[in-house]
């Protein structure tokens, strides 16, 4: 027999999974055993409204995290952060570099930009 593994927290990629509005409530609305990070990472500043859409109505479902990427806008990030703080679920600003690992002190740059910026 197959075992279930059932991990602490499951992260959804909201970018990556072609969920409407209504499929996006049900998910983080359903009651579970793991909590969940709500996350849409963007490419283009074009995708911004799809991505606030998706992590808002995630948001207001019952989203345990929330996974923001530092590159989104100043103004849609800090609104979302203050919409997370408001309902509760947790806020991470997360910053991605796909070509190289930065320098430690950039790091910690960032870390520190992110706290500064709501992130729990």
């Not at 999974?17 to 074009?46: C, G, M, N």
């Not at 590159?71 to 203050?82: A, N």
């Amino acid at each position: 027999m197959a075992q279930t593994r059932v991990g602490k927290v499951v992260e959804i990629r909201l970018d990556e999974v072609p969920l409407d509005e209504k499929q996006i409530t049900e998910l983080f609305s359903t009651p579970r055993r793991s909590e969940l990070i709500a996350t849409y990472h963007i490419s283009l500043l074009s995708q911004t409204e799809d991505a606030v859409s998706a992590l808002t109505t995630a948001i207001l479902a019952g989203a345990d995290y929330v996974d923001i990427p530092m590159d989104f806008p100043v103004q849609t990030r800090t609104w979302l952060v203050s919409l997370a703080m408001n309902r509760g679920c947790r806020t991470i600003l997360s910053y991605h570099n796909y070509r190289r690992t930065d320098s430690f002190e950039r790091l910690l740059s960032i870390a520190k930009e992110a706290a500064g910026a709501g992130a729990d």
